[in-house]
């Protein structure tokens, strides 16, 4: 007879940022298919109410990330912590708006440490945490035109490291995924832009330019992050930390 195993994260608590749809919802959906409870916070309320409905073990937690004094209300006894929500803005240095960068390092930045500061006691005193930092190839490499969103993303690798670090000793593993563009409804807003703004299609705008200089041309599905993200949490997860995994079609191959 074949012995039934529990799912991996059974009797654990996740928290997602960014859930209400793309990354966050794929990965909410696995934590929860691997057993998790699931805190899925958002700013979207109308999405989070969706995903709740159609995931049992999703709690929604409506919260602007850039306000820090709500961020630091969320639940901190969580045994994994996923930072996925992001925002993009694209102008010169010369024209790029000082409030609008502070809100980009807030949310994608601050917010997370801030998320990790109150979570890690809960790990430690479990022997047992995983931070996963949903950061980007632009975590790695970086583009003209997007100071504040590079500058989030390579800060982020930074505290990643540096959670991976301190955490070891107490069993709490923290790394970063790297993809280059995901299907979600941010990028597809950005694809039909830059179509206009050419004068050509919505697939050579992937092709021709968002992905130039990828091998693999193609955009990211949001379920094959949650499957990297699960390989983070799983079973093969605990001697990987510190890491950076790249999901970029070959884009820092050069």
Same mark, same amino acid.
């Given at each position: 007879m074949t012995p039934v195993t529990s799912p991996p994260l059974a009797g654990r608590r996740a928290l997602v940022t960014g859930a209400a749809s793309g990354i966050g919802a794929a990965i909410a959906r696995r934590l929860a298919a691997d057993g998790a409870r699931v805190v899925a916070v958002d700013r979207d309320e109308e999405g989070l109410n969706r995903l709740a409905g159609d995931v049992a +073990?999703? !709690?929604p937690v409506p919260c602007d990330l850039s306000d820090l004094a709500a961020v630091d209300e969320l639940p901190a006894e969580v045994d994994a912590l996923v930072n996925n929500a992001g925002l993009q803005h694209v102008a010169p240095i010369p024209e790029f708006d $000082?409030?609008?960068f502070s809100l980009l390092l807030r949310v994608m930045l601050e917010a997370p440490f801030r998320l990790a500061r109150r979570a890690l006691p809960h790990m430690y005193a479990r022997g047992w945490g995983r931070v996963i930092n949903v950061s980007s190839v632009h975590g790695l490499r +970086?583009? $003209?035109f997007k100071s504040a969103y590079v500058s989030a993303k390579h800060g982020l690798e930074g505290l990643s490291k540096v959670i991976a /670090? !301190?955490?070891a000793p107490h069993g709490v593993t923290s790394n970063c995924i790297d993809p280059s563009y995901v299907r979600t409804p941010l990028v597809e807003r950005q694809i039909a832009d830059q179509a206009r703004t050419?004068?050509?299609e919505p697939d050579e705008v992937v092709e021709r330019v968002m /992905? +130039? $200089?990828a091998a693999v041309r193609r955009l990211v599905e949001p379920d094959e992050v949650a499957e990297l993200a699960a390989v983070l949490y799983g079973p093969a997860s605990?001697?990987?930390t510190g890491a950076s995994l790249s999901m970029d079609g070959g884009w820092t191959a050069h």
């Open positions: +073990a999703v !709690e $000082p409030d609008r +970086a583009s $003209p /670090l !301190e955490g050419h004068g050509i /992905l +130039a $200089p605990a001697s990987i």
